[in-house]
């Protein structure tokens, strides 16, 4: 203990970039005893033990001595776990898997911020459930904002943390209203400071250039897919022509980019807008263009359900990055295709017992 300890909570503390103070002042005690401990003179009272292990998110035998490369194997496990339940959908996995890991690995920022993730996607969507669920996300983030020095972890709180207080806003006895999610909004970047934006001027003509240049081009595509979605699919105050014309936009767009049909990221998108598109021509009474729109929605659907689960980009300027469908979509899209058709859109029965309408739905089949 006496030839390790000093120089774990030392190398511990500077890949936080943590002062001695920091340290001092979570624990209780002076930063000269800090410092004692660092140079290896003293050693902490035993008690003290866990408090640290758990300020730095190792186990008091990692702080001890441990093989730092063991703990990573494990804490990657748990992410490499984390995402494989998000995929496939099984939250409940996912939260009890995450609760566990920070169990073993307490103040680890890397899992912390997946199980306040995990929570927020297990929230009931009643007052109750989710009060409770804010109860135990709000240490979390404070405990991520007061003590983690990665900005992606501590950004990505917030972005949790708006998400929670969007839906505790709806709720009046709440206390909690859309200012507060503001406040957390003012801390945060714009798009133009963005690393993936920044990246596209730093580096020289060459491989890494092309590769940071396309990556930003595609995440800035699929952002403004987003950002039209939920500028106008579900508001009433926009008119059917203005969501038309809005949508047809972004698929245009979207198009130009991907002039092959391979949508990479928005595939999701593409095949819901023409979706959209079916329903809201149907809504101002051109059947025609209706049926259209929704056999393209199902042929890009089929497309996609029928990808390798890893392909490569032909469209020019995107040619060279590659696509993984479990990153983009967890299941059958041709499933969702169906189920949108038949329960979700508001189609009349004389429509869905068309001819047209019935040979696009044995497409799905």
């Keep these: 203990m006496t030839i390790y300890f000093g120089e774990n909570v030392k190398r511990l503390r500077k890949e936080k ?29 035993i008690t003290y033990l866990p408090a640290i292990a758990s300020f730095f998110g190792v186990t008091t035998d990692m702080l001890l001595g441990a093989d730092k490369t063991e703990q990573e194997e494990k804490i990657q496990r748990y992410i490499d776990g984390y995402l494989a339940d998000y995929r496939s959908g ?22 912390y911020v997946r199980y306040m993730e995990a929570i927020i996607m297990k929230v009931p969507s ?5 009060l409770r669920s804010y109860s135990k996300v709000q240490p979390i983030y404070e405990n991520i904002q007061n003590y983690c020095t990665i900005d992606s972890i501590r950004m990505w709180a917030k972005r949790l943390m708006c998400t929670l ?20 909004l003012e801390e945060m970047p714009v798009m133009s400071n963005s690393k993936d934006f920044i990246a596209t001027y730093l580096y020289p003509p060459g491989e890494k250039h092309d590769e940071v240049c396309r990556n930003a081009i595609e995440e800035l595509i699929y952002l403004l897919n987003c950002a039209v979605c939920n ?3 579900y508001l009433e105050e926009y008119s059917t022509e203005y969501k038309i014309n809005a949508v047809k936009a972004v698929l245009s767009t979207t198009q130009t980019f991907y002039p092959e049909g391979d949508y990479g990221r928005c595939y999701p998108h593409v095949v819901y807008n023409y979706g959209h598109l079916g329903q809201w021509y149907f809504d101002i009474g051109d ?4 049926l259209k729109n ?30 993984n469908k479990s990153n983009v979509h967890r299941n059958s899209m041709c499933e969702r295709m169906k189920y949108l058709l038949l329960k979700r859109y508001s189609f009349p029965e004389e429509f869905k017992n068309s001819e047209e309408f019935r040979n696009i739905i044995e497409m799905l089949n």
């Design 17 to 45: 970039n943590l002062t001695q103070e920091t340290l001092a002042e979570f624990l209780g005690v002076s930063f000269q005893a800090v410092s004692k401990w660092e140079r290896g003179e003293s050693l902490p009272d």
């Design 90 to 111: 099984d939250y409940d996995k996912m939260l009890q898997n995450m609760k566990a890991a920070v169990t073993e690995f307490p103040g680890e920022f890397r899992l």
């Design 126 to 130: 009643t007052e109750e459930g989710i």
């Design 165 to 184: 207080y969007k839906r505790l806003s709806f709720f009046p006895n709440s206390g909690i209203e859309l200012e507060d999610m503001e406040k957390v």
């Design 231 to 233: 500028h106008c699919y």
């Design 287 to 290: 059947t025609k263009a209706a």
């Design 294 to 323: 929704l056999r393209e929605s199902v042929t890009i659907a089929k497309r996609f359900d029928d990808l390798p689960e890893i392909s490569a980009h032909i469209s020019p300027i995107l040619k060279g990055l590659e696509l």
